[in-house]
């Protein structure tokens, strides 16, 4: 796969924990009546650019295809009246 035929993105964190390379998309919302959570805005199209621009970062870092990695989905959803934020993490929520 050429790194020019990859689509640009952002990748917001890269972390490396008990050897996996992990990609995590951070997702944040306001509000009390949310008609969607934020790990729901993660959609086909977004998953499968998630994964190019991580092949990408890969291919950039010389690092083989094969390694392990994956791609975990941080949810926030902030409160504004009590300014408290509820946090999920969905470990390997996106697969290739």
């Known amino acids: ?22 990609f995590v998309e951070v997702k944040t919302l306001a509000g009390e009546n949310l008609i969607i959570s934020p790990q729901e805005k993660v959609n086909f199209q977004k998953q499968r650019q998630l994964i190019k621009i991580s092949q990408s970062w890969l291919i950039k870092n010389r690092i083989p295809l094969d390694s392990k990695w994956q791609i975990d989905i941080v949810a926030i959803i ?12 969905f470990e390997n929520a996106v697969s290739g």
């Open 78 to 89: 902030l409160d504004p009246e009590t300014k408290k934020a509820e946090i999920q993490h």
């Open 1 to 22: 796969m050429k790194l020019s035929s990859l689509r640009k993105g952002e990748i917001d964190i890269v972390s490396k924990k008990n050897g996996v390379i992990c």
